[in-house]
């Protein structure tokens, strides 16, 4: 088995000319190649295969599970979260029965004020990272200072995460909200939400209030939520 593992995660969601985009999200991790068989195959499905895989995956990039067994058991359980779903498939035919899903939530970091967690998919007989696509911007203020009144914020391009801020997710909705703080006082911030569709994670809305001023008035706001492949966002 090769030292060397690459895994590709694969996010739909429409860019912000309305077109459906399929985006292919690579990553290359160091992993040797018993620990690899252990965490993806060996005990793929259970809660341990997903512990060790995560250890593995992140490496570097989050604290290590063993640090965070403990933390945010008060606010939606302790980690790692588990998650099972079913939803229906665009490509199902009249009389199948729903997909399922699995999903692990684990603690990757966190600051003053934000948490970053990251998401594994049980495949069954193996796991894989979660990835998210959301929108890049560019904000422009009236003078160099960043707190200074905020003329625009524009979309520039689109890519993908693998981690979520501060996020929430409903298996009922198969949403996941995610708000991510620039700073404490709540005034300037991101938020997206996606919800699980077709096998992953599709962005439905997004928006970003960039001015310090006190107030919660996002300059933009992205909505795909109810539309045919195709349209413009509202």
């Given amino acids: 088995m090769k030292s060397l593992q690459f895994w590709l995660n694969y996010v739909d969601f429409r860019a912000f000319s309305g077109t459906w985009v399929r985006l292919s999200c690579a990553r290359a991790a160091v992993f040797s190649g018993v620990l690899f068989a252990s ?3 060996a005990q793929a499905g259970t809660q341990a295969g997903a512990i060790a895989y995560f250890d593995a995956a992140f490496n570097g990039d989050c604290r290590p599970y063993a640090e965070t067994v403990g933390l945010l058991e008060d606010e939606g359980g302790p980690m790692p979260r588990r998650y099972e779903f079913t939803y229906e498939a665009s490509w199902a035919s009249a009389g199948d029965p729903p997909e399922q ?12 004020y934000n948490v970053r967690t990251v998401f594994l998919r049980d495949r069954g007989d193996y796991f894989e990272p979660v990835s998210f696509a959301r929108p890049s911007v560019a904000v422009e203020n009236e003078t160099e200072d960043y707190d200074s009144p905020v003329r625009s914020v524009t979309v520039t391009g689109y890519g993908a995460s693998l981690s979520v801020t501060n996020g929430r997710f409903d298996p009922e909705t198969r949403r996941l909200t995610a708000h991510a703080y620039w700073r404490g006082l709540g005034d300037a911030y991101d938020e997206a939400v996606w919800i699980f569709r077709d096998d992953g994670f599709v962005l439905e809305r997004f928006e970003v209030d960039a001015d310090y001023d006190g107030e919660v ?3 933009l706001r992205l909505d795909f939520s109810g539309q045919e492949p195709g349209a413009a966002p509202n």
Wanted: net charge negative; charged share 15%; aromatic share 16%.
């Fill in 101 to 112: 899903a699995v999903l692990f939530e684990f603690f990757c970091d966190a600051g003053a």
């Fill in 39 to 41: 965490a993806a195959v």
């Fill in 217 to 219: 008035d996002p300059q």
